[in-house]
């Protein structure tokens, strides 16, 4: 394994930009993996599939299963130095529209994950300036403010053009520099958090909520939620993880930054759980769901805590921006690196096509909480089909035929887990037929084509 010394872009690539330093690549992939996904669904699942025996789960899943689709991307970006359309197309020609399958994912994924990101800047503001004054009926005040026709997508365009400056900027002056000032100032303001949580006296609940393990909830349900969560939470099946591993040195160990990777955001998970969980209980309120948690419940927590709510709102939102902002620039790198190397386009360019696609996207998706509220595909609105189609369809496709051709077509020598023998039986099977077989059942059920 490479440690934490500087690698050094061999001039062989020197048109191709490579991480700076060890430290760079596992701050930039953890910053990818860490995001939205971690800090309000994670917790909230984890709490309501049965606490500790999720987390037995969904580590098991992590460290056995979902480590392979992330070794193969991290595996096809280190050995063919393109991004996912190229490493594809490495492969074999007709594996091309593969690769922009996976980059029509990673923007579909956009669509809906950069319209959060809005909300976030606007509630990081509203704290800032102390506009939201003690008293308000939060539910309504997210309602109506989501509902607005302008002022959600102004602040979806603005997230937008943040986290476009970076990939705009290069990978080691723009990707890596954000990830290395903002995954470090992220870690402390979550690990402050969690200790002022510990001090509330619901600590003790918002623990027992998200660890007590219910082993009766071990059910085909549990493992789907955990499996969905685990690829998600990865950003694998979308080429992210190809694109950061084609900016690694070749010497890199890929198990061994895989296993970094995996149990980093596990803990930052794990602790996003710590921070929430205690303060929710403490104020008797429920430990609801997705958006709501963070921008209802949440809001009336900060208003109760006897001191200095105010400043921990805003600490928590910026948290929450860095979060959602190191994974928005994964997202856009791995369709700028596409656009760039297959369309033969400059690397400005490609960040401006790729940003008015994400525009286009994003009027629909913002509005679906007010004026498109109605208008329904499939019985979805815009954001929510979007999320369904790219989380629940395409990420675990993706996923499935990355395992299948990287085992069957590429077939990575033993190198890939050092040499080990063992391992690399064990490795073989998963890859070829484990990893596919589960992705396919959780493809099916996500289908509703199988009911559990
Ligand atoms: N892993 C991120 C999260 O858990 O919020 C989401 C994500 C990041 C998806 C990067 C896709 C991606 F390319």
């Not at 500790?52 to 991307?73: N, T």
């Not at 299948?404 to 998963?430: A, E, H």
Request: with cysteine; aromatic share 14%; glycine share 8%.
């Amino acid at each position: 394994m490479t440690n934490a010394t500087e690698i050094k872009p061999s001039s062989a690539q020197s048109a191709r930009p490579e991480w700076t330093s060890h430290m760079g690549f596992i701050l930039a992939s953890l910053g990818s993996a860490v995001g939205l996904g971690n800090i309000w669904r994670f917790p909230y699942v984890m709490g309501k599939y049965g606490g500790g025996a999720f987390l037995l789960v969904y580590m098991v899943l992590m460290c056995a299963i979902c480590i392979i689709p992330l070794l193969c991307e991290l595996f096809m970006g280190q050995k063919y130095k393109k991004a996912v359309v190229g490493a594809y197309e490495s492969v074999d020609k007709r594996l091309k529209s593969l690769g922009w399958l996976n980059v029509f994912t990673v923007i579909l994924i956009s669509g809906f994950y950069f319209a959060v990101g809005g909300w976030i800047i606007h509630y990081v503001l509203i704290y800032f300036t102390g506009a939201i004054p003690h008293g308000t009926d939060y539910a309504q005040y997210f309602n109506n403010f989501a509902a607005r026709p302008v002022l959600p997508l102004l602040y979806a365009f603005l997230f937008l053009a943040v986290s476009a400056i970076f990939p705009y900027r290069g990978v080691n002056s723009g990707v890596e520099k954000a990830n290395k000032i903002m995954m470090p100032a992220f870690l402390i303001m979550l690990l402050f958090l969690v200790i002022i949580s510990q001090t509330l006296p619901g600590a003790k609940d918002g623990l027992e909520f998200i660890f007590k393990p219910d082993f009766s909830k071990f059910n085909a349900e549990m493992f789907l939620i955990a499996f969905g969560q685990a690829l998600f939470s990865l950003s694998v099946g979308m080429g992210a993880m190809m694109t950061y591993g084609s900016y690694l040195n070749k010497d890199t160990s890929l198990v061994d930054n895989s296993y970094i990777i995996i149990f980093g955001e596990t803990l930052i998970a794990i602790s996003a759980g710590l921070m929430i969980f205690p303060a929710v209980f403490t104020y008797g309120l429920n430990p609801g769901e997705g958006p709501g948690l963070v921008f209802v419940t949440l809001p009336e927590v900060f208003e109760q805590l006897p001191f200095c709510g105010n400043l921990i709102a805003v600490l928590f939102f910026v948290l929450l921006l860095f979060a959602a902002l190191t994974s928005s620039i994964a997202m856009l790198e791995t369709s700028i690196a596409a656009f760039r190397e297959s369309l033969n386009m400059s690397r400005q360019k490609a960040t401006l096509a790729v940003c008015a696609i994400v525009v286009v996207l994003l009027i629909p998706c913002t509005l679906s909480f007010g004026l498109l509220k109605n208008i329904q595909v499939f019985g979805k609105t815009f954001f929510d089909l979007f999320d369904f189609t790219s989380s629940t369809v395409l990420l675990p496709v993706n996923s499935c035929l990355l395992c299948l051709i990287v085992g069957w077509l590429v077939k990575p020598s033993d190198d890939i887990v050092k040499g080990n023998k063992v391992l690399y039986f064990i490795f073989n099977i998963l890859l070829k037929y484990i990893v596919p077989a589960l992705l396919l059942f959780s493809i099916l059920c996500g289908l509703n084509i199988i009911k559990l």
